[in-house]
């Protein structure tokens, strides 16, 4: 029979307890710390969406447990989506590397989003901005303008199933299947403003949380 010595067993929880209570003492500064800085950047954003660092800090306490606990990580990484897609500033006929990449940036935390997500509201936001982000492919990459120009129609069909009220949507899905209409060789830019008259994408920073 194996013996266990009553002095190191108390020890040895008292030692556990102690870990314990620091732990939870970490996520609780964690908690109240991420509800802060939530709050505060998403102030810093309306006002300079382009600016800073937002949305992120070092928790304390391992494995993301005050994130999880507030169940707060879907918010983040569309905050983070939505950044990124501001950003990249996909309804401009920018070519820039650094742009480019911040549009891949934005694609994958919006899809990532919409994937995870059981918002029905904010997944049609982030559709017709993946949508708006496929209108910005077409015109970087002429030879594959149709494909991504089906994926965008995809997309905006999505968000008016999701969200039978947006109507960007409606106007970006508009737009797409007339220029799948037009003639290949025609370059993008027909002079209509992808986006439509004031979605997630388009309004003021800090709409659309």
């Known amino acids: 029979m194996i013996r ?17 209570g620091v732990f939870f003492v970490l996520v609780a500064l964690d908690a109240r710390a991420w509800g802060t800085r939530i709050a505060a950047d998403d102030l810093r954003f309306r006002h300079q969406a382009l600016g800073g660092t937002l949305w992120q800090r070092s928790d304390l306490a391992p494995f993301g447990a005050a994130r999880s606990l507030l169940g707060i990580d879907d918010d983040l990484l569309y905050r ?20 480019t990449t ?6 994958i935390a919006l899809e990532k989003y919409s994937d995870r997500s059981h918002d029905d509201f904010r997944k049609a936001q982030a559709e017709n901005l993946i949508g708006i982000l496929g209108f910005a492919a077409a015109t970087q990459d002429a030879g594959q303008r149709a494909t991504f120009l089906n994926d965008a129609v995809a997309r905006f ?8 009220g947006t109507e960007d949507a409606y106007y970006n899905l508009e737009l797409a299947l007339d220029q799948l209409k037009e003639s290949a060789e025609q370059q993008a830019g027909s002079g209509k403003r992808v986006g439509g ?4 994408g388009l309004r003021d920073p800090g709409h659309g949380y």
């Open 102 to 107: 911040q549009r891949i940036r934005a694609q």
């Open 197 to 200: 008259t004031g979605g997630a």
């Open 157 to 164: 069909k999505r968000a008016m199933l999701l969200e039978p």
């Open 80 to 99: 983070r989506g939505l950044r990124a897609f501001r950003i990249g500033r996909p309804r401009e006929p920018l070519f820039e590397q650094a742009v």
């Open 4 to 20: 266990v010595n009553g002095r190191a067993l108390r020890a040895a929880l008292a030692v556990a307890c102690f870990a314990a």
